[in-house]
Protein backbone atom coordinates (compact mmCIF):
# COMPACT_ATOMS: atom_id res chain seq x y z
CA UNK A 1 0.00 0.00 0.00
CA UNK A 2 3.22 2.33 1.06
CA UNK A 3 4.50 1.37 -2.43
CA UNK A 4 1.59 2.28 -4.14
CA UNK A 5 0.86 5.82 -2.37
CA UNK A 6 4.30 6.18 -3.64
CA UNK A 7 3.79 5.85 -6.69
CA UNK A 8 0.66 7.72 -6.69
CA UNK A 9 2.32 10.75 -5.13
CA UNK A 10 5.17 11.04 -7.85
CA UNK A 11 2.89 10.35 -10.77
CA UNK A 12 0.54 13.71 -9.46
CA UNK A 13 4.63 15.23 -9.83
CA UNK A 14 5.15 13.82 -13.02
CA UNK A 15 1.92 15.62 -14.36
CA UNK A 16 2.20 18.86 -11.76
CA UNK A 17 6.10 19.68 -12.91
CA UNK A 18 5.19 19.19 -16.49
CA UNK A 19 7.61 15.90 -17.27
CA UNK A 20 9.44 16.50 -20.32
CA UNK A 21 8.83 12.51 -21.50
CA UNK A 22 5.19 12.97 -20.46
CA UNK A 23 4.91 15.94 -22.27
CA UNK A 24 6.37 13.70 -25.45
CA UNK A 25 4.57 10.77 -25.43
CA UNK A 26 0.98 12.86 -24.86
CA UNK A 27 1.75 15.37 -27.39
CA UNK A 28 2.60 12.85 -29.67
CA UNK A 29 -0.79 10.86 -28.74
CA UNK A 30 -2.49 13.96 -29.50
CA UNK A 31 -1.19 14.72 -33.01
CA UNK A 32 -1.64 10.84 -34.20
CA UNK A 33 -5.39 10.73 -32.86
CA UNK A 34 -6.51 13.78 -34.09
CA UNK A 35 -4.73 13.62 -37.41
CA UNK A 36 -6.45 10.22 -37.58
CA UNK A 37 -9.63 11.36 -36.65
CA UNK A 38 -9.40 14.24 -39.13
CA UNK A 39 -8.67 11.61 -41.85
CA UNK A 40 -11.45 9.25 -41.13
CA UNK A 41 -13.75 12.09 -41.14
CA UNK A 42 -13.00 13.14 -44.63
CA UNK A 43 -13.73 9.41 -45.94
CA UNK A 44 -16.67 8.42 -42.87
CA UNK A 45 -18.34 11.72 -42.59
CA UNK A 46 -19.74 12.38 -46.49
CA UNK A 47 -20.16 8.55 -46.59
CA UNK A 48 -22.38 8.24 -43.72
CA UNK A 49 -24.55 11.27 -45.36
CA UNK A 50 -24.60 9.59 -48.90
CA UNK A 51 -25.68 6.19 -47.66
CA UNK A 52 -28.59 8.16 -45.47
CA UNK A 53 -29.94 9.78 -48.65
CA UNK A 54 -28.95 7.68 -51.58
CA UNK A 55 -30.84 4.23 -52.67
CA UNK A 56 -28.31 1.89 -55.36
CA UNK A 57 -27.41 -1.52 -55.70
CA UNK A 58 -24.90 -2.81 -52.94
CA UNK A 59 -25.91 0.07 -49.91
CA UNK A 60 -27.30 -2.64 -47.65
CA UNK A 61 -24.18 -4.53 -48.05
CA UNK A 62 -22.24 -1.41 -47.31
CA UNK A 63 -23.92 -0.61 -44.58
CA UNK A 64 -23.74 -3.97 -43.01
CA UNK A 65 -19.70 -4.28 -43.91
CA UNK A 66 -19.64 -0.69 -42.03
CA UNK A 67 -21.63 -2.18 -39.14
CA UNK A 68 -19.37 -5.40 -38.87
CA UNK A 69 -15.97 -2.89 -39.17
CA UNK A 70 -17.29 -1.33 -36.00
CA UNK A 71 -16.25 -4.54 -34.16
CA UNK A 72 -12.94 -4.91 -36.30
CA UNK A 73 -10.40 -6.48 -33.62
CA UNK A 74 -7.31 -3.77 -33.33
CA UNK A 75 -4.79 -6.27 -33.94
CA UNK A 76 -6.20 -7.65 -36.87
CA UNK A 77 -6.15 -3.93 -38.51
CA UNK A 78 -3.05 -3.57 -37.19
CA UNK A 79 -1.54 -6.87 -39.26
CA UNK A 80 -3.54 -5.40 -42.34
CA UNK A 81 -1.57 -2.63 -42.62
CA UNK A 82 1.64 -4.06 -41.17
CA UNK A 83 1.23 -6.54 -44.39
CA UNK A 84 0.54 -3.72 -46.27
CA UNK A 85 3.25 -1.15 -45.30
CA UNK A 86 6.17 -4.43 -45.11
CA UNK A 87 8.98 -4.37 -47.03
CA UNK A 88 7.15 -6.99 -49.47
CA UNK A 89 3.49 -5.41 -49.27
CA UNK A 90 2.34 -2.78 -51.89
CA UNK A 91 2.97 -0.02 -50.11
CA UNK A 92 6.57 -1.32 -48.63
CA UNK A 93 8.31 1.33 -50.71
CA UNK A 94 6.65 3.95 -49.02
CA UNK A 95 8.99 3.58 -45.69
CA UNK A 96 5.77 3.69 -43.20
CA UNK A 97 6.22 1.09 -41.12
CA UNK A 98 7.08 2.12 -37.68
CA UNK A 99 6.67 6.11 -37.73
CA UNK A 100 3.67 7.92 -36.93
CA UNK A 101 2.02 7.68 -40.10
CA UNK A 102 1.30 3.53 -40.07
CA UNK A 103 0.33 4.28 -36.65
CA UNK A 104 -2.13 7.15 -38.26
CA UNK A 105 -3.21 4.85 -41.04
CA UNK A 106 -4.11 1.88 -38.41
CA UNK A 107 -6.18 4.17 -36.57
CA UNK A 108 -7.68 6.12 -39.66
CA UNK A 109 -8.72 2.27 -40.58
CA UNK A 110 -10.45 1.76 -37.25
CA UNK A 111 -12.44 4.99 -36.59
CA UNK A 112 -13.53 5.25 -40.43
CA UNK A 113 -16.28 2.76 -40.19
CA UNK A 114 -17.74 4.47 -36.92
CA UNK A 115 -17.41 7.48 -38.65
CA UNK A 116 -19.47 6.49 -41.46
CA UNK A 117 -22.12 4.38 -39.25
CA UNK A 118 -22.65 6.94 -37.10
CA UNK A 119 -23.12 10.12 -39.18
CA UNK A 120 -25.31 7.64 -41.59
CA UNK A 121 -27.76 7.51 -38.55
CA UNK A 122 -27.49 10.96 -37.67
CA UNK A 123 -28.11 11.86 -41.41
CA UNK A 124 -31.01 9.32 -41.75
CA UNK A 125 -33.20 11.56 -39.10
CA UNK A 126 -32.21 15.05 -40.51
CA UNK A 127 -32.97 13.44 -44.61
CA UNK A 128 -36.09 12.57 -43.21
CA UNK A 129 -36.97 16.22 -42.16
CA UNK A 130 -35.32 18.09 -45.22
CA UNK A 131 -36.13 15.66 -48.16
CA UNK A 132 -39.43 16.92 -49.57
CA UNK A 133 -37.51 20.30 -49.49
CA UNK A 134 -34.78 20.10 -51.43
CA UNK A 135 -36.20 17.51 -53.64
CA UNK A 136 -38.52 20.50 -54.41
CA UNK A 137 -35.61 22.34 -55.22
CA UNK A 138 -34.27 19.51 -57.67
CA UNK A 139 -31.12 18.53 -54.99
CA UNK A 140 -30.22 15.06 -55.95
CA UNK A 141 -28.32 12.71 -53.51
CA UNK A 142 -24.63 14.45 -54.15
CA UNK A 143 -26.35 17.75 -53.99
CA UNK A 144 -27.98 16.95 -51.00
CA UNK A 145 -24.89 15.60 -48.82
CA UNK A 146 -23.16 19.18 -48.36
CA UNK A 147 -26.31 20.76 -47.18
CA UNK A 148 -27.06 17.92 -44.59
CA UNK A 149 -23.26 18.07 -43.79
CA UNK A 150 -23.70 21.18 -42.61
CA UNK A 151 -26.92 21.46 -40.90
CA UNK A 152 -25.96 17.97 -38.68
CA UNK A 153 -22.89 19.99 -38.17
CA UNK A 154 -23.98 19.65 -33.71
CA UNK A 155 -24.49 15.77 -34.57
CA UNK A 156 -21.38 15.67 -36.50
CA UNK A 157 -19.25 16.83 -33.60
CA UNK A 158 -20.59 14.86 -31.41
CA UNK A 159 -20.18 11.51 -33.46
CA UNK A 160 -16.15 13.04 -34.11
CA UNK A 161 -15.64 13.07 -30.58
CA UNK A 162 -16.33 9.35 -30.30
CA UNK A 163 -14.21 8.74 -32.80
CA UNK A 164 -11.44 10.65 -31.44
CA UNK A 165 -11.97 9.26 -27.91
CA UNK A 166 -11.44 5.60 -29.66
CA UNK A 167 -8.45 6.49 -31.27
CA UNK A 168 -7.01 8.13 -28.51
CA UNK A 169 -7.16 4.73 -26.47
CA UNK A 170 -5.92 2.81 -28.94
CA UNK A 171 -3.09 0.52 -28.21
CA UNK A 172 -3.20 -2.98 -30.24
CA UNK A 173 -3.20 -1.63 -33.37
CA UNK A 174 -0.63 1.23 -32.75
CA UNK A 175 1.77 -1.22 -31.31
CA UNK A 176 1.73 -3.58 -34.10
CA UNK A 177 2.59 -1.01 -36.93
CA UNK A 178 4.74 1.83 -34.67
CA UNK A 179 6.54 -0.77 -32.85
CA UNK A 180 6.78 1.44 -29.66
CA UNK A 181 9.83 3.10 -30.30
CA UNK A 182 10.80 5.43 -27.87
CA UNK A 183 10.98 9.22 -28.11
CA UNK A 184 9.31 8.11 -32.12
CA UNK A 185 6.00 5.74 -31.90
CA UNK A 186 5.84 5.30 -28.12
CA UNK A 187 2.27 7.22 -27.73
CA UNK A 188 -0.08 6.86 -24.05
CA UNK A 189 -1.46 3.53 -24.59
CA UNK A 190 1.52 2.00 -25.41
CA UNK A 191 3.67 3.25 -23.14
CA UNK A 192 1.11 2.51 -20.64
CA UNK A 193 1.47 -1.03 -21.63
CA UNK A 194 5.32 -1.49 -21.73
CA UNK A 195 5.79 0.96 -17.92
CA UNK A 196 3.62 -1.57 -16.08
CA UNK A 197 5.05 -4.76 -17.17
CA UNK A 198 8.39 -2.57 -16.17
CA UNK A 199 7.20 -1.92 -13.22
CA UNK A 200 7.53 1.42 -13.54
CA UNK A 201 4.10 2.27 -11.77
CA UNK A 202 4.35 6.18 -11.63
CA UNK A 203 4.99 6.74 -15.53
CA UNK A 204 2.44 4.67 -16.31
CA UNK A 205 -0.25 6.25 -13.99
CA UNK A 206 0.86 9.48 -15.03
CA UNK A 207 0.15 8.79 -18.04
CA UNK A 208 -3.39 6.71 -17.13
CA UNK A 209 -4.35 9.65 -15.31
CA UNK A 210 -4.23 12.13 -18.27
CA UNK A 211 -5.58 9.56 -20.94
CA UNK A 212 -8.46 9.00 -18.38
CA UNK A 213 -8.84 12.76 -18.15
CA UNK A 214 -9.09 13.29 -21.86
CA UNK A 215 -11.48 10.39 -22.56
CA UNK A 216 -13.44 12.32 -19.58
CA UNK A 217 -13.25 15.82 -20.81
CA UNK A 218 -14.18 14.36 -24.53
CA UNK A 219 -17.80 12.97 -23.10
CA UNK A 220 -18.61 16.14 -21.40
CA UNK A 221 -17.92 17.96 -24.58
CA UNK A 222 -20.34 15.46 -26.73
CA UNK A 223 -23.03 15.55 -23.66
CA UNK A 224 -22.90 19.38 -24.15
CA UNK A 225 -22.74 19.56 -27.80
CA UNK A 226 -26.05 17.01 -27.66
CA UNK A 227 -27.32 19.24 -25.06
CA UNK A 228 -26.65 22.05 -27.28
CA UNK A 229 -28.33 21.19 -29.97
CA UNK A 230 -31.57 20.11 -28.16
CA UNK A 231 -31.83 23.23 -27.33
CA UNK A 232 -31.32 24.96 -30.28
CA UNK A 233 -33.82 22.48 -31.86
CA UNK A 234 -36.26 23.74 -29.42
Known sequence: MTDLGAALATALHLVATGDPTVLRIVGLSLRISLAATLCAALVGLPLGALLAVARFPGRRAIIVGLN????????????????????????????????????????????????????????????????????????????????????????????????????????????VVGGNIEGFTRVMTTA?????SKGDLPLALALGGILMAMVLAVNVAAQALRD???????
Do not use: C, K, N
Open 192 to 196: IALET
Open 68 to 175: ALMGLPPVVAGLLIYLALSRSGPLGGLGLLFTPWAMVIAQTLLIAPILAALSRQAMETLWEDYAEQLRSFGAGPWRAVPTLLWDGRFALLTVLLAGFGRASAEVGAVM
Open 228 to 234: GAARAGH
